[in-house]
């Protein structure tokens, strides 16, 4: 019954440069319209223990700043979910009952029916706001757990990148500069004028944790230990 709808996505998928934020919106629009989601937020498990988000459509990115990292020591559908390692589905009515701590997330939106999140480990979480109440048979879990891994398997590929970069011979120059993505270099030129991490998250429009990630690489390219040292290469 789903079988369409995970090809067409495993077919987007291999299109080239197709970023973080184009695979929620293709989520959204595409994969996920038949039960009438309204918003995604897909997340990474981080090393300190948290669930950080990576992409998101259909939140204001204000609010998902505001709600941050998540600690896994936190009783919520997220942390639920990466626990058991099973599928939570949140009905609106009972949301705040079985979940205390929703009551101090400020923008949740108003109106939505239930909240759906399929963990992928070992990468993290996708969530979805949904306008209806899906039945979760054995063939709907199949489904959401297949495009949900689709789409996470899309999202490590920074990862590896970094990782990539990391092993590099350190006899690497600074003539590297020339491989740096676009998005790279543009967040390198925001490091450069002062902006910090979560700034750069808002002046570019994804997430915290990714810029982070990418400063990463970049340091790595550049074959610098961090911040300062762009900083002052660049004041040289």
Known sequence: MYLAEVQKLAQFLMSPGVTIPEVCKFLVLETFSKVKISAIYAAEITEDGCVAPIGVVGLPKDTVNKWSN??????????????????VLLKREEAFERYPVLKSYDGIPEKWDSYLVCPVLPYGVIALTLDSVPNIDSEFESFIRAAAALAALHFTK??????TFSRKNQSVSKKRIGELTDRQLMIKRLVEKGFSNPAIAEEIGYSESLVRQET??????????????LLEGNSN
Request: a neutral charge; hydrophobic letters at 45%.
């Open 216 to 229: 990463m690489a970049i340091y790595a390219a550049l074959n610098i230990s961090g911040r300062k040292d």
């Open 70 to 87: 998540l600690s896994l020591n936190i009783d919520a559908p997220l942390t639920e979910a990466v626990k058991t390692n099973q599928l």
């Open 158 to 163: 920074t990862n590896v990148r970094i990782e």
